[in-house]
Nanobody
Framework: QVKLVESGGGSVQAGGSLRLSCKVS????????MAWFRQFPDQGREGVAM???????DYAASVQGRFTISRDPAKDTLYLQMNSLKAEDTGMYYC???????????????WGRGTEVTVSS
């Protein structure tokens, strides 16, 4: 019943920027945390950024200083602003929602289907 839909992926050159969005619908459980994950071919999903219901954030070391996670509860939307993109940022990006905030995928109950980001060097 909970649906997350990502958008905003695309192809950019190294050094460029993208802003990903995740629209949430059907969540009636009250407060929740959200996160962005990414997955490379033949790899598991890794946590990129997290924001809990109070606005506390956490980032993977590889994206600190370059990515910013934010949320707009009024619009039921999660964002990931990605600046200074590198070729190694290329992958599928997924948003997730759950009761607890973590960079570990196991704590999230709901997932989007992903949006692809390609960074050309």
């Amino acid at each position: 019943q909970v649906k997350l839909v990502e958008s905003g992926g695309g192809s950019v050159q190294a050094g460029g920027s993208l802003r990903l969005s995740c629209k949430v619908s059907g969540y009636t459980g009250g407060e929740y945390s959200m996160a962005w994950f990414r997955q490379f071919p033949d790899q598991g999903r890794e946590g990129v950024a997290m924001i809990d219901h109070k606005g506390v954030t956490d980032y993977a070391a590889s994206v600190q200083g370059r990515f910013t996670i934010s949320r707009d509860p009024a619009k039921d939307t999660l964002y990931l602003q990605m600046n200074s993109l590198k070729a190694e940022d290329t992958g599928m990006y997924y948003c997730a929602a759950g009761r607890y905030g973590s960079l570990g995928s196991s704590v999230y109950d709901y997932w989007g289907r992903g949006t692809e980001v390609t960074v050309s060097s």
